[in-house]
């Protein structure tokens, strides 16, 4: 099976199933000296563990992160990074009934295509414990842009139809309510809705917004490998996203040229944006302003109610899934919007070095 390795000089490569023995990742090309050790990365395995709230699957796990490779003495070795979460609570039964029928919004079927064989027990590589992977390896890439002074936090700017107000964003609020939404108003109207959802055996999706804070301008190739288009692919990739968009993204469509594009200003030594409807990006490129990005995540498809679907003898069947689901993925993902955009762009810092020979020969007379 290919396309388990992400990146260009920093990659990671993610292994494991949801109901195997562990999950993983090889995170390679970060470079040494590095600070880092279990505790850099805990924490945000820990705002992607379940069970912390009625509105994500009871599945009980520590998701506890052992650093197996690549650091010594506290500080990375240059060798590759190797990190294990064990699976402690699988309930593998749950799935028997689920093993010859297509659930419907799953990638069973299109699994079941590609390789004639799948793994029915929870989704097998489609799971969405794969990501604890992309985590592990995203709270890597985050300490290594905190170095450079760049920050990245993500949130949920939507709920189903419950979007934040922009005017009442609390930071401190995404770590108080269990939809991470940055306002408290909103989580209220978010908790009714998703209540309403489980009570009529469905699920909900949502929207969650990332920002990076201190990025250069120059990041980003102009063609093929563009900042938007490689934080397209690292977005697309997770499961259950259905769209993406930097800055204004599909507003723009029903703009016009006078009222999308940001003005530049200069004060004789600092060139910035008076506003910022591109997100960030122009050409492709970093425009050392703030970078936002959206992912529009479905509603969960694993849902109580009886759904029509068909089993592996073409026959038309009935099936109502039940189990340890998630109703809404959104507050789980959020972490997982982060990580993989940290990723994305510690990779193109990295390769962004070898842009201009002025770089280069700062880089080698540092050596001599």
């Not at 699988?90 to 590609?114: E, I, N, S």
């Not at 679907?309 to 009935?318: A, G, Y």
Request: hydrophobic share 40%; net charge neutral.
């Amino acid at each position: 099976m290919a396309g388990s390795i992400y990146g260009t000089l920093l990659t990671m490569t993610t292994w494991g199933e949801s109901h195997g023995k562990g999950v993983g990742v090889v995170l390679d090309g970060c470079p040494a000296g590095l600070s880092l050790c279990e505790k850099d990365i805990q924490p945000y395995l820990d705002r992607r563990r379940p069970g912390q709230s009625a509105y994500t699957t009871k599945r009980q796990e520590k998701d506890q992160v052992e650093l197996l490779s690549g650091v010594f003495e506290g500080r990375t070795t240059g060798a590759p990074i190797s990190m294990l979460v064990r699976n402690e609570d699988q309930h593998t039964a749950d799935y028997l009934a689920l093993k010859d029928v297509y659930r419907p919004g799953h990638a069973d079927y299109t699994f079941d295509a590609k390789y004639g064989f799948r793994d029915y027990r929870g989704g097998g590589r489609s799971s969405a414990r794969e990501t604890i992977a992309r985590v592990a390896a995203g709270a890597v890439a985050a300490k290594l842009l905190q170095t450079l002074h760049i920050s990245v936090q993500a949130y949920a700017a939507a709920i189903g139809p419950v979007q934040m107000d922009r005017n009442r964003f609390d930071p401190d609020e995404i770590f108080r309510n269990p939809f991470c939404l940055p306002d408290a108003k909103a989580a209220g109207l978010a908790e009714s809705f998703v209540s309403g959802c489980i009570e009529q055996k469905d699920s909900a999706g949502g929207i969650v917004e990332c920002v990076a804070d201190g990025l250069p301008a120059g990041l980003g190739e102009p063609v093929f490998h563009k900042l938007d288009a490689c934080l397209g692919k690292a977005l697309f990739s997770i499961g259950a996203v259905k769209g993406v968009e930097i800055g204004d993204g599909f507003l723009a469509a029903a703009a016009t040229g006078r009222t999308h594009n940001d003005a530049f200003v200069s004060d004789g030594k600092t060139i910035r944006k008076k506003t910022n409807h591109s997100g960030g990006v122009l050409g492709g490129i970093s425009d050392h302003s703030r970078l936002i990005v959206r992912a529009a995540f479905k509603p969960t498809p694993s849902i109580a109610s009886e759904q029509e679907t068909v089993n592996r003898d073409r026959e038309n069947v009935r099936l109502s899934i039940h189990g340890r689901h998630d109703p809404l993925v959104v507050p789980r993902a959020v972490v997982v919007v982060e990580a993989m955009t940290a990723f994305t762009l510690a990779d193109l810092l990295l390769q962004n070095m070898s842009s201009r020979m002025e770089y280069i020969q700062q880089i080698y007379a540092s050596m001599q």
